[in-house]
């Protein structure tokens, strides 16, 4: 139960940001490194969780790795590529 709790918690921390991002067509106060970094550990925990088939931890960062992606795309598209 503390493992979908936890998961619920982490997963939805960057959904509020992704909405601001998109709202305010600007990611400039996001650090780029925190979102490499951030996007691939949970990657890991993904990947850990279907080596030790853990639903809590394959459901939490399956959802918090396709957020942070979406967040770290955006983030690469509007402030590396000029349009």
């Known amino acids: 139960m503390i ?4 998961g619920t918690l982490t997963t939805i921390a960057f959904a509020p940001q992704l909405i601001k991002a ?3 067509k600007s990611t400039k106060d ?13 990657t890991f925990w993904l ?7 853990d639903p809590a931890l394959i459901a939490a960062n ?5 957020l942070a992606s979406a967040l770290l795309f955006y983030k690469v598209k509007q402030d590396h590529i000029i349009s």
Request: glycine content about 10%; some cysteine; hydrophobic content about 50%.
């Open 62 to 66: 399956s959802i918090s790795v396709t």
């Open 3 to 6: 493992g979908y709790i936890a």
């Open 22 to 24: 998109i709202k305010t």
């Open 47 to 53: 990947v850990h969780g279907l080596m030790i088939n």
């Open 30 to 42: 996001i650090s780029l490194m925190m979102l490499l970094c951030s996007t691939t550990g949970m």
